[in-house]
């Protein structure tokens, strides 16, 4: 008997191991998401000090109606198309290069992910100032006689594509550290077998690296995507969302909503659409990754 209720409590163990963390993850998380959904069917907004008014639907048609929402969507799906297939090719390729063994290799591998460390908003601020008008980069045109100066973080056409240059520069090193693991994993033997079959060079990575490094092309392709749906500092320090709402994205219109005019209840809904459609490009992960 004692036995028997020694076991039972053996097996509760990793439990209360785990009970702080889950009671953090339940304040600090579960609870605001679901307090955030129940306030997407509020009126709550200006006067926080009032209680919350049941309205509905009433967020969700004023959001269908909202053109500027619609223009900070289209935003944001350039902002996806712009960056994810970069930052899923060109980390490969840099994992394969700095996967050989050459003299200086681990040197090549700090440089490229030096810019992972570096804080965002100095990142930000780096950049906007190599943007400017006299930023070094149109000085460089200049010298060189191509241009008299480009605008941009200025122009509506331009500025988007300029913070998406930041993003790319910014999580390549990420991504190719993942790309790296994947390839280490990969035995040797495998390219030895392929030679001798005749794939050799680059088309031994068409061949074998590339259907071996499936699941975490699938793996980058997501944490790129939702971090490129989530995308905000680099709009805050270098933009704010101009010119024209060129640049602003749905997470930025949602800040604006919920801090800067205290709109509670219509950021939360702006909120769980963007969660609806981050967790469909989870899903739509899962089913890709399966097949």
């Known amino acids: 008997m004692l036995k028997t209720i020694r076991l039972e409590r053996q097996k509760l163990v990793p439990y209360l191991f785990l009970l702080p963390a889950i009671a953090l993850l339940i304040i600090t998380v579960f609870l605001p998401a679901i307090q955030a959904f129940s306030l997407s069917f509020t009126k709550y907004e200006y006067d926080i000090t009032q209680a919350p008014e049941w309205v509905g639907f009433a967020n969700f048609q004023r959001l269908l109606q909202d053109e500027i929402f619609w223009q900070t969507l289209k935003n944001t799906v350039i902002y996806l198309i712009g960056v994810v297939p970069i930052l899923v090719i060109v980390p490969l390729f840099l994992a394969i290069l700095v996967n050989q063994k050459l003299r200086g290799i681990n040197w090549f591998r700090t440089a490229f992910y030096t810019p992972v460390v570096i804080s965002m908003v100095v990142a930000g601020i780096a950049w906007k100032a190599l943007y400017t008008q006299n ?17 941009w973080l200025t122009s ?3 500025a988007i594509w300029s913070v998406m ?36 060079g680059w088309q031994k990575h ?9 699941p975490y092309l699938f793996l980058v392709a997501v944490i790129s995507a939702i971090s490129a749906t989530k995308v905000f500092e680099e709009i805050y320090i270098m933009t704010q969302g101009g010119p024209r709402d060129s640049t602003k994205t749905v997470v930025y ?21 963007l969660f609806l459609g981050i967790l469909g490009l989870s899903i739509a992960n899962l089913y890709l990754s399966k097949t």
């Open 206 to 214: 068409f061949d074998i690296t590339i259907p071996l490094m499936r």
């Open 253 to 273: 219109y949602l800040y604006e909503r919920a801090f800067q005019d205290l709109d509670i209840s219509y950021a939360c809904t702006i909120g769980l659409v």
């Open 165 to 200: 240059l930041v993003t790319i520069w910014k999580g390549l090193g990420y991504y190719m550290v993942i790309y790296l693991a994947g390839l280490q994993a990969i035995s040797p033997e495998l390219y030895e077998a392929a030679a001798i079959d005749g794939s050799d």
């Open 135 to 151: 930023g070094l980069l149109n000085q460089f045109l200049q010298q060189v006689g191509i241009s008299e100066g480009v605008p």
């Open 156 to 158: 509506p056409q331009l």
